[in-house]
Every structure is written in C-alpha cells, then in structure tokens.
Nanobody, 122 residues
Framework: VQLQASGGGLVQAGGSLRLSCAAS????????MGWFRQAPGMDREFVAA???????YYAESTKGRFTISRDNAKNTVFLQMTSLKPEDTALYYC?????????????????WGQGTLVTVSS
C-alpha cells in the first residue's frame, strides 16, 4: 500500500484547507488512519486519527477546528482544517496503522505518505 497526500498550500490565518490522502491497494478499509505534522526543528506531532469503525480522535490543539473523515470506497482519508492559525504551519503527513488502531504515537504507524506543506500566514 502506498499513501499519497495532497491539498496543502498557503492560506491566511482564519482560512481553511482540505487535505486528502489517497491509498493504493485493497486493504485500506482495514487500516486505522492518522494525520501528523512536523514543523521545522520540531518533533512529529499527532493531529487526528480515524479508526476502521469511524471513531475519531483529535489532538487538543486541533479539536473543534479540524475534522478527519474517510471514504473507504475511494480509499481516501481527509482532513478538513478550519480557523487555521500560523502555528498550524507544518508539513502534514498521513499514516496507516495496519492493525486498525488509532494510536497517537507516530512510531505505531507503519505506512507513511510523502507529506504536504501547509503554510498559514498571519
């Protein structure tokens, strides 16, 4: 399975972006999917995750502003981001947990996309 993230870009503070992560292969529906981000000089940070049964979990910093969803028919997971802040600026990665869980530790995800850059200007 390969993951391809897209949808990043430059947006003003308060704006919105929708990230997509398309997966190849027929096992996508059995994976837990997560979004992580990494700003320059910072550790990779958990953003949001969605389980096989559509249970979602968010970091405190993104709760209420970001929404994760998945479309198993299209092998795609989405991250709708609203009320963006300059501190949301980072390289955003999608990742898959092949056991179907949604851990917050990035080391628990086995498959990774290439990242898409989100820049929020003040």
């Amino acid at each position: 399975v390969q993951l391809q993230a897209s949808g990043g870009g430059l947006v003003q503070a308060g704006g919105s972006l929708r990230l997509s992560c398309a997966a190849s292969g027929r096992t996508f529906s059995s994976y837990g999917m997560g979004w992580f981000r990494q700003a320059p000089g910072m550790d990779r940070e958990f953003v949001a995750a969605i389980s096989v049964s559509q249970i979602t979990y968010y970091a405190e910093s993104t709760k209420g502003r970001f929404t994760i969803s998945r479309d198993n028919a299209k092998n795609t997971v989405f991250l709708q981001m609203t009320s963006l802040k300059p501190e949301d600026t980072a390289l955003y990665y999608c990742a898959a947990n092949i056991e179907g869980g949604i851990p917050t530790n990035f080391r628990s995800y086995e498959l990774w996309g290439q990242g898409t850059l989100v820049t929020v200007s003040s």
